[in-house]
């Protein structure tokens, strides 16, 4: 069955600090990776999604990237992290043309 | 931009009440999805509705897919404390491979 994995669970960085996020998915191949952010309580906003190792789309222009080294692993990073970066962060990943998504647990970021 | 719009935001209810929530949109969807999140969890995927005027039962859950398919209903029987959670509605983006989201209905159901 497929799997997958986000870490860490709660996150807390001061302004200016760099960010890694890492994901990663088990029991599939080729997936459609996507890293989302969500204020308290709402909906999803997509940051970047990918088709394929090293093919990244993004969504928002915003402080932060991502990456795909691997074909199941899909990283969000930022340089400096900024204040408006808080928030909760979600990887998910769907197969082929499926419109079903499968979230990790989601990261906690603060920065303070 | 396809939007999908939830109402109510918030719904606070007494356990064993019936309620629905609603995701509107005015755009067609190809087909709709419904999830459920808890706090400090990923949203996990209830249903997927693809056929207009579909209806589909999960245990005390209906959910029903408009005839123009742009627009949803979700339906709980006699909720209980388990229910509570973010009920998101997602649609596939006219971008092959991208969902849009609605910003929720936080339930709450007391006991």
């Known amino acids: 069955s497929q799997t997958i994995h986000q870490w860490p669970a709660t996150l807390v960085q001061p302004v200016g600090s760099p960010l890694s996020l890492e994901c990663t998915v088990e029991?599939?191949?080729?997936?459609?990776l996507y890293w989302y952010r969500q204020a308290a309580g709402r909906g999803l906003q997509l940051l970047f999604y990918?088709?394929?190792?090293?093919?990244i789309s993004s969504e928002v222009p915003q402080n932060l990237s991502a990456s795909r080294p691997q074909d199941r692993q899909f990283i969000l990073s930022s340089k400096k992290l900024l204040l408006s970066d808080s928030g909760f962060y979600l990887c998910?990943?769907?197969?082929?043309?499926?419109?079903?998504?499968?979230f990790g647990s989601g990261t906690q970021l603060s920065v303070l | 931009t396809q939007l999908l719009e939830q109402s109510p935001q918030f719904l606070s209810i007494q356990e064993g009440e019936n309620l629905t929530v609603y995701c509107n949109s005015s755009?067609?969807?190809?087909?709709l999805q419904w999830y459920r999140q808890e706090p400090g969890e990923g949203p996990v995927l209830l249903v997927t509705?693809?056929?207009?005027?579909e209806v589909k039962k999960l245990k005390r859950l209906t959910f029903q897919f408009g005839d123009a398919r742009k627009d949803s209903s979700l339906h709980i029987t006699a909720a209980q404390p388990g229910d509570t959670g973010l009920y998101l509605c997602?649609?596939?983006?006219?971008?092959?491979?991208?969902?849009?989201f609605g910003d929720g209905t936080t339930l709450t159901v007391k006991p």
């Open positions: 998910a990943w769907s197969g082929g043309t499926s419109e079903k998504l499968f």
């Open positions: 029991g599939t191949s080729n997936p459609n």
């Open positions: 990918s088709v394929g190792i090293g093919q």
């Open positions: 755009s067609v969807f190809s087909s």
């Open positions: 509705v693809v056929t207009g005027g």
């Open positions: 997602a649609g596939p983006n006219t971008n092959a491979g991208k969902s849009t």
